[in-house]
């Protein structure tokens, strides 16, 4: 088992096919079980002896790769062209990986996993706030990082499977959350919203009446348990009222002092 000691983001976009190989007469033959084509995976990092380790190993897995040795030239690689999966290192020449991975984000809905030895609750938040979906606490080992590759892809294939036509929607008063196209409307009007920002709302309204503590709600939007005080979720929360309330009348979003936030009926 080999562990990797380097802070890097995964991004992930639309899964591809995965391929099957079998060897007859010497001829490699490729059937496609489940997927239409072999993942492709671009690695930023600027490191090219841990680069190219990297690389080894998810072609020995059976991925495409391609390396780019900056955030420069790792972020136009993103964005001009397809890709399935991004190994994007946080600290790089000429372009951050924080500022790569916040660009990407705009241009597309693409899951991130950050791998980092900064567990605090502050660089997670900002991690997670930048598109991060997900997390890797390092030191770990190669054999993790490719499970959550395929893990997250899996999940992504899952998800758009059932998506569908079908909408399950959620509704309080005139707020209605379309839970397969993740959108949000008031009064048959959009309210964009953060991915934060809608996985707490759809939570709060999918307990109604339930008093959500501030450390559930950190636990189940931002997938980790708070060792410390932070804010985190009150600054979501003053976010989305921001946002689905309207001036002069109450929040929808009530605050229960000394525990948490609740949407009463």
Do not use: C
């Not at 992930?12 to 489940?34: C, G």
């Not at 239409?36 to 991925?63: P, T, W």
């Amino acid at each position: 088992m080999v562990n990797l000691y380097f802070d890097w983001i995964i991004i992930i976009t639309i899964p591809a096919r995965l391929k099957e190989y079998d060897k007859i007469n010497n001829d490699l033959i490729i059937s496609v079980k489940e997927y239409d084509q072999m993942s492709r995976v671009l690695i930023v990092e600027d490191e090219e002896n841990l680069a190219h380790f990297v690389e080894l190993e998810l072609k020995h897995e059976g991925y495409e790769t391609k390396v780019a040795l900056n955030g420069r030239l790792g972020l136009e690689a993103a964005l001009n062209e397809d890709y399935d999966v991004i190994l994007l290192d946080l600290m790089l020449p000429e372009l951050n990986g924080l500022e790569v991975a916040r660009r990407v984000r705009e241009a597309k809905n693409t899951p991130i996993i950050i791998m980092t030895a900064r567990d605090s609750v502050i660089d997670r938040v900002s991690g997670l706030d930048h598109g991060a979906d997900d997390y890797i606490v390092k030191p770990f080992a190669i054999e993790e990082l490719l499970a959550r590759v395929r893990a997250l892809l899996r999940r992504i294939s899952i998800e758009e499977d059932q998506a569908g036509d079908h909408q399950t929607k959620v509704t309080y008063k005139d707020l209605v959350i379309e839970k397969e196209n993740r959108i949000v409307r008031r009064d048959d009007e959009v309210i964009n919203l953060t991915k934060r920002e809608y996985e707490l709302l759809l939570i709060l309204m999918e307990n109604i009446n339930v008093v959500m503590s501030r450390k559930e709600l950190l636990s189940q939007v931002w997938g980790y348990d708070a060792d410390g005080e932070t804010n985190v979720v009150d600054v979501y929360i003053r976010y989305l009222r921001n946002k689905i309330d309207r001036p002069g009348d109450p929040s929808y979003i009530q605050t229960v002092r000394g525990t948490g936030y609740v949407i009463r009926s």
